[in-house]
Nanobody, 127 residues
């Protein structure tokens, strides 16, 4: 069983920064792509960013491109989301997730292709 635990959320003013972390259990972390998704109030869950199993390929939603950076440390079984220039519309619960396919290198934006999810961490950006 894989467990994902997010941390690093909080309240920040517009223009500020936060770094989210997602610690994963298990010994196969480095074999799977990882993603970040978010769900704002009254909104559906949406893709934010993803990183391939090797860390060599990243993918971002247009709304966060240039502001957010996803990275991973396979020795620490952790994936990160550095969020800069935060906007009130970034307010949401942020979830990390593990892609269901081993060594997958295709489209990482599809939520139902992720099989393990964390409990989420709240990010609130005040104007």
């Amino acid at each position: 069983q894989v467990q994902l635990v997010e941390s690093g959320g909080g309240l920040v003013q517009a223009g500020g920064s936060l770094r989210l972390s997602c610690a994963a259990s298990g010994r196969t972390f480095s074999s799977y792509a990882m993603g970040w998704f978010r769900q704002g109030p009254g909104k559906e869950r949406e893709f934010v960013a993803a990183v391939s199993w090797s860390g060599g390929t990243t993918s971002y939603a247009d709304s966060v491109k240039g502001r957010f950076t996803i990275s991973r440390d396979n020795l620490k079984n952790t994936v990160y989301l550095q969020m800069n220039s935060l906007k009130p519309e970034d307010t949401a619960v942020y979830y990390c997730a593990r892609h269901r396919n081993l060594w997958y290198s295709g489209d990482l934006k599809v939520a139902n292709e992720y099989d393990y999810w964390g409990q989420g961490t709240q990010v609130t950006v005040s104007s």
